[in-house]
């Protein structure tokens, strides 16, 4: 079956960055969209960024543009995402997800497939 295993997330300073990293197996990774999503406590899970099967288009919520990056080796099976200028909103479990699709799919509801999550802290 398709297992999905997040790492990366962690303690770091406001101003600071990771690097989550998604490992897929069970799967045809480049026949899969791929989009990262969070969990605030005490709020619905949300997108962060989204990216197609080639990664030749990707899609962030506003609230991450310009500072998180999104990206995937298909020959790893791997999706990244690069988060900088973190700040204490960016506090949150990030999960991996996992769609059948070759389009870009921002629709949480679209993906069958998830990470257990990692939890990211921003200390200020």
């Known amino acids: 079956q398709v297992q999905l295993t997040e790492s990366g997330g962690g303690l770091v300073q406001a101003g600071g960055s990771l690097r989550l990293s998604c490992a897929a197996s069970g799967l045809t990774f480049s026949n899969y969209a791929m989009g990262w999503f969070r969990q605030a406590p005490g709020k619905e899970r949300g997108l962060v960024a989204t990216?197609?099967?080639?990664?030749?288009?990707?899609y962030y919520a506003d609230s991450v543009k310009g500072r998180f990056t999104i990206s995937r080796d298909n020959a790893k099976n791997t999706v990244y995402l690069q988060m900088n200028s973190l700040n204490s909103e960016d506090t949150a479990v990030y999960y991996c997800?996992?769609?059948?699709?070759?389009?870009?799919?921002?629709?949480?509801?679209?993906?069958?497939?998830w990470g257990q999550g990692t939890q990211v802290t921003v200390s200020s």
């Open positions: 997800a996992a769609t059948r699709s070759l389009l870009l799919v921002t629709n949480d509801r679209a993906y069958d497939a």
């Open positions: 990216i197609t099967w080639s990664g030749g288009r990707t």
